[in-house]
């Protein structure tokens, strides 16, 4: 995004460049504005539940931010000439109750004929200038907590092929493509402020956002793959050889940057690169509010919460501090 000309204000805290979610800007002394958009291509046959997932996905960027989702548009692309308006009805009841259900008001939108169909939404939301989660900010010795289970981009690729081995694969990646990120809704003030970086890992992979929260080149982390929460299933299914061309595309931007420390398996390494929909949060604990911030988590029905590694300072035990590295363990 470099040739592409920079918002020009001291309020703006984040624009064309960097790795955030969102955009982000100061509205006064106490609130920072955020402003984000996303839309998706089917990823699921049934159009109610697309539009959930869609839904889900766009408003994912202001809970990754610590933030709360306020306003939104639809945005729509749709084959008119080929499908039914009342399946674009479904897709749109979908995306409005997954918004309602964040807080959040869905007041219009904008369409177009598209020859594919796709769906999600423009979102504003806001949050406190001393509470929001930059991509950004993780310290050495935070805890790296991720909130839902990996693998729905293999379990989305052979939905689409129609080769689904176990219901159960099906079902729970529906399940947690459509779960709102809305931690932050309910998060007491002081667990909230102990995440000092946060994101959400969609279509980057694990690794791709993993390294986005390491780019300032102050901390590197140690994954432990084994604690890394993974749909029923979907390993079976890598090693069929379902696995998304954006996997592979993760792979070639990012692996150079991940140093595998270990015996693992292909179809468990698989699963850093997996380009996810509508992905978990991922955030930066202190070390101390780590087992707080995982029980708050599971309270609140992300039952496969957990800690998956830890960001280090050079020296600190894991090689290669302060380079941007991940180290697999």
């Keep these: 995004m470099a040739d592409i000309p920079q918002a020009e204000s001291d309020r ?5 460049s960097g790795g955030e979610d969102a955009a982000l800007w100061i509205l006064d002394e106490r609130r920072i504005g955020i402003l984000t958009v996303d839309f998706i291509t089917p990823v699921v046959d049934d159009p109610y539940i697309w539009g959930q997932v869609a839904a889900a996905n766009s408003i994912s960027d202001v809970f990754a931010m ?25 897709i749109l009841e979908g995306g409005f109750e997954r918004t309602r259900s964040s807080g959040a008001f869905l007041v219009g939108g904008h369409s177009v004929q598209d020859d594919e169909p796709k769906y999600g939404l423009v979102v504003y939301g806001e949050v406190d200038r001393d509470a929001i989660w930059r991509t950004v900010g993780g310290r ?34 529906i399940r947690w493509m459509t779960a709102l990120n809305s931690l932050p809704l309910d998060m007491p003030e002081s667990l909230h402020r102990a995440v000092h970086a946060g994101t959400d890992v969609t279509g980057f992979g694990l690794a791709g956002h993993i390294l986005d929260m390491l780019s300032e080149g102050t901390v590197d982390c140690c994954l432990s793959l084994n604690d890394v929460p993974v749909l029923p299933g979907v390993r079976e299914l890598a090693d069929m050889g379902l696995v998304p061309e954006g996997a592979y595309r993760n ?10 420390s270990g015996d693992f398996s292909q179809s468990a390494l698989d699963m850093l690169f997996d380009a996810q929909t509508s992905g978990g949060l991922l955030m930066a604990v202190a070390p101390e509010k780590a087992d707080e911030l995982l029980a708050f ?3 609140h029905g992300f039952s496969h919460a957990a800690v998956i590694g830890t960001l280090t300072a050079p020296l600190s035990g894991c090689p290669g501090g302060g380079t941007g590295r991940i180290r697999v363990i």
């Design 12 to 16: 703006v805290l984040a624009a064309w």
């Design 140 to 173: 050495p010795g935070d805890k790296l907590v991720l909130t839902k289970p990996i693998g729905t981009g293999i379990a989305v690729t052979a939905i689409k092929a129609d080769m689904i081995e176990r219901e159960e694969t099906r079902t729970e990646a």
């Design 66 to 90: 610590g933030g709360r989702p306020i306003v939104a548009l639809n945005v729509v692309g749709f084959p008119t000439k080929t499908l039914g308006l009342d399946v674009l009805k479904r």
């Design 297 to 299: 988590a599971r309270e």
């Design 251 to 260: 792979r070639a931007a990012y692996e150079a940057q991940v140093d595998i």
